[in-house]
């Protein structure tokens, strides 16, 4: 009993002094050790506990749902940056990592899923050059629209009057 309470007095100081040192901290509630910020949330609608949050803490603030800490943004000014299509974009759009795309094995590949930085920025600059021109644009509406044509034609020839499939045998 002695160890187990030890190790929580120990477990709890270190939460809070990592909690409490940790690198450009934010406003936001102190988190509880373990059950972090879920019992200052409760039961609230999610809009509203965010709502209740900024008018508390202002337009930029911090939250932790389990071991994941949160950066509220509250106004568009501080979302505009982030949203930006350029390449040069300081703020890189990816989905975070995750354990299970290494299990699809689709983790680190791509502009979505990467992880390395110097990557990612060649695989973005690539696409916005080369797939997102106008050229290849229409080139790919004229294909598609040449394609569906063609498998109209063979839905056409391989059905019935009455638009069934005739049998092959």
């Known amino acids: 009993m ?19 040192t940790r690198e ?29 949050m900024r008018k508390k803490y202002g337009d930029m603030f911090e939250i932790y749902f389990g071991q994941t800490k949160f950066i509220m943004l509250s ?5 505009q940056n982030m949203f930006d299509g350029s390449s040069n974009s ?16 689709i983790s680190g590949k791509g502009v979505a899923f ?11 600059h690539f696409i916005s050059r080369a797939l997102l021109t106008p050229s290849f644009s229409k080139s790919a509406v004229i294909w ?5 044509e063609e498998m109209m034609g063979f839905w056409e020839d391989g059905s019935n009057n009455e638009g069934f499939l005739k049998p092959t045998s």
């Open 24 to 52: 450009n901290p934010l406003p936001g509630p102190v988190p509880l050790p373990i059950i972090v910020n879920i019992l200052d949330k409760g039961f609230d609608d999610f809009v509203d506990y965010t709502e209740r």
């Open 144 to 148: 598609t629209q040449n394609l569906v």
């Open 90 to 105: 300081k703020y890189l759009r990816r989905v975070p990592y995750i354990p299970g795309l290494e299990e699809l094995n």
């Open 2 to 20: 002695l160890i187990l309470l030890t190790l929580c007095i120990i477990y709890t100081s270190y939460f809070y002094i990592s909690y409490f």
């Open 75 to 79: 106004k568009f000014e501080y979302m």
């Open 114 to 124: 990467n992880h390395n930085v110097n990557i990612w920025k060649y695989n973005r």
